[in-house]
């Protein structure tokens, strides 16, 4: 049985792994995921928890019979392409990790606990991240989830199948979101805050709102060497410059902007490209800020694509509004994961979680555990066994004191 975070990382952290860069390749209903899920039932089976699947795929590893009021924490599994060992896992692990040490200090919950895995939060196979908390509080209908396609074409709702799970129930779920007195979620801080501070622990205060836009440009495929330029339309350019523009307007928006993700037809160096289709990922500290950028984007997009004889269009994919988590709670779990009588610093966040989700139907708090490289959605992303430790220590104190009258 493994019951010490050591030893659940060590059943983990090979699964879904590129040997040769160092990167994870989790995506959900792939066989990497396949393993990882099988990985936590197995876990969590082997501490003594009641695995179940929810209607949209999330896995629930309870301590105590489901009902009112439920102490959850839990991550996902999922990755980005080539992403790190910790976003995600780190807190699904350091959940069950948590729950064996309340065990071995003999605390006995007067609420149950549950550590949660959701499916898709990266929206790295599908588009739409955090899709499965999404699903689960009704803040994307079922309709769209189950018609979502990955690169291939395949729907979320086939893909499910594919993996043996039944797609036709997906969508809200009240009943089990009003089991959930609280949800905390341990995750891997994904900027230099705490490295900064010093401090191995932090507290989430706000999710900067963000959101992807799908953009698509197209031209006429023609021959490279043969074509004037004068006789092109060439979708490429307009592109090139709205990814310049984005740039530009985060800049002037204390914003942040990224394309990091492009197709290109037929995608041969010798023909005029036919259509590109690009992915603006946008973030700022406020709504307006990031209204601003995405309009002028827009603008710069449709004046480029104008320019060159192409058509453009862009759709909103997905949309996370700002969030602010609640003080109340999140002052008590500070106080709880302080040290030296100090609490522990409460930091914004560009990142996107499913307690961001979550956090409008439930009361909702996250931990963060230093990051040194200060790197993340890349193998660099990294946590000192001492603070993985600190991490899982805090979370263990935070249960304690929530599941605990
Ligand atoms: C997910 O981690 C995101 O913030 O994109
Ligand atoms: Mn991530
Ligand atoms: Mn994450
Ligand atoms: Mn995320």
Not at 92 to 105: E, P
Request: charged residues 20%.
């Amino acid at each position: 049985m493994s019951e010490t975070f050591d030893d659940l990382w060590a059943g983990l952290a090979p699964l879904g792994r590129d040997r040769a860069g160092g990167g994870y390749r989790r995506f959900s209903w792939t066989p990497a995921d396949r393993d990882v899920r099988a990985w936590f039932t197995d876990a969590a089976s082997g501490l003594g928890l009641d695995v179940r699947t929810d209607r949209n795929g999330n896995l629930w590893a309870w301590w105590g019979e489901p009902g009112p009021g439920a102490i959850v924490t839990g991550s996902h599994l999922d990755s980005v392409p080539d992403g790190g060992a910790f976003d995600g896992p780190l807190g699904v692990a350091g959940g069950l990790a948590a729950v064996a040490g309340l065990r071995r200090r003999g605390v006995v919950p007067d609420r149950p606990i549950a550590v949660t895995v959701f499916v898709e939060e990266e929206g790295a196979r599908f588009g739409v991240p955090c899709l499965g908390s999404r699903l689960l509080t009704g803040a994307i209908t079922a309709h769209r989830a189950a018609g979502l396609t990955d690169a291939d074409g395949v729907t979320w709702s086939a893909a499910m199948q594919e993996a043996g799970l039944d797609p036709s129930g997906i969508g809200p779920d009240p009943d089990l979101v009003a089991h959930i007195g609280a949800f905390v979620e341990l995750h891997i801080e994904q900027g230099r805050g705490l490295a900064d501070s010093g401090s191995p622990v932090g507290v989430a205060g706000s999710v900067w709102p963000h959101g992807r836009w799908r953009m698509d440009f197209s031209g006429r495929a023609d021959h490279a060497g043969t074509t004037r330029l004068a006789d092109r339309n060439d979708p490429m350019l307009p592109f090139a410059a709205t990814v310049l523009a984005a740039r530009s307007a985060a800049e002037e928006n204390g914003a942040v902007a990224t394309v990091g993700k492009v197709r290109v037809w037929p995608n041969g160096s010798n023909a005029i490209p036919s259509r590109v289709r690009a992915w603006l990922d946008a973030r700022a500290p406020d709504e307006a800020a990031l209204r601003a950028v995405t309009d002028a984007v827009d603008a710069a997009a449709r004046t480029a694509a104008s320019e060159h004889g192409v058509f453009h269009a862009t759709y909103q994919e997905s949309y996370s509004p700002v969030v602010e988590f609640r003080t109340g709670l999140r002052d008590r779990i500070a106080a709880l994961a302080g040290h030296d009588g100090a609490p522990a610093p409460v930091l914004p966040t560009g990142a996107g979680h499913d307690a961001g989700v979550l956090s409008a139907v439930v009361p909702t708090a996250m931990l963060f555990v230093r990051n040194p490289t200060g790197i993340s959605h890349a193998p660099q992303e990294h946590a000192e066994v001492a603070d993985r430790h600190h991490g899982v220590a805090a979370l263990t104190d935070v249960l304690a004191d929530l599941a605990c009258d």
